[in-house]
């Protein structure tokens, strides 16, 4: 079974994945000139990044 400090571990790297992956999702969307769709107030909005 896994300890807290394992369960720490993983959690805090997967987390660094995901801010990893969100960068690099701007970038691309920033490089090809597209709008990126998110979650805002509630409602899906549209955003030049």
């Not at 079974?1 to 969307?29: F, Q, R």
């Amino acid at each position: 079974m896994n300890t807290k400090d394992e369960i720490d571990e993983m959690t805090d790297k997967i987390l660094k994945g995901l801010k990893k992956s969100y960068k690099d999702l701007i970038a691309y969307k920033r490089k090809n000139h597209e709008k990126l769709i998110i979650f805002k107030n509630n409602k899906v909005v549209s955003v030049n990044p």
